[in-house]
């Protein structure tokens, strides 16, 4: 009997074991990953073109596109990159209308989760690929952005890596 006592103080250590590394892993997972639940850092800065994608350059991530740029309009656009390290526009954004006033009156301080400025995005934000005529224009809710980034391909047809800013 001292054998299997042994035994069943054995398995119950191990399960206790197991149960504590799953709490652990859970207990990550729920945070992130980050250290004391800290938020993810918040970007600052977006990438925007004012010629059509042949060109892009960074700004603040606030400004509502279209917006005037050295006299031309200014979209956001998602930037791309190819095996080479060459990186070119793939996608355009911008604001409908209603879309821009709704953004110009948004109040960043009294949305601590983003969720007002998300919400305003989804339904007033659109999205082309940069070679794609006007009437391309779509809802750029987070299926289509996902689909359309997957979409992009480089100069080879090789699927495309998207830049962060």
């Known amino acids: ?7 069943k103080k054995y ?6 074991a197991v149960l504590l590394i799953a709490a652990v892993a859970l207990g990550y997972q729920l945070v992130g990953g980050r250290e004391n639940g800290a938020a993810a850092p918040v970007a600052k800065t977006a990438f925007y073109t004012d010629d059509g994608g042949k060109s892009f350059f960074k700004d603040d991530i606030n400004k509502i596109p279209p917006f005037d740029h050295n006299g031309k309009q200014a979209l956001r656009c998602d930037v791309f990159t190819d095996p080479s390290g060459k990186q070119f526009v793939g996608l355009v954004y911008r604001f409908t209308d209603a879309g821009k006033r709704d953004m ?4 960043p301080s009294k949305d601590a989760d983003g969720s007002t400025r998300r919400s305003i995005e989804e339904r007033g934000l659109q999205v082309k690929p940069a070679a794609a005529a006007d009437k391309a224009w779509d809802i750029a809710d987070d299926t289509t952005i996902t ?4 979409q992009v391909k480089d100069a080879s047809g090789r699927p495309a890596k998207l830049v962060q800013p």
Not at 11 to 16: E, I, L, N, Q, T
Request: glycine share 14%; no cysteine; proline share 0%.
């Open 147 to 150: 689909r359309l980034q997957g």
């Open 104 to 107: 110009a009156a948004y109040n």
């Open 1 to 7: 009997m001292a054998a299997s006592d042994e035994k």
């Open 11 to 16: 398995g119950f250590g191990v399960a206790a």
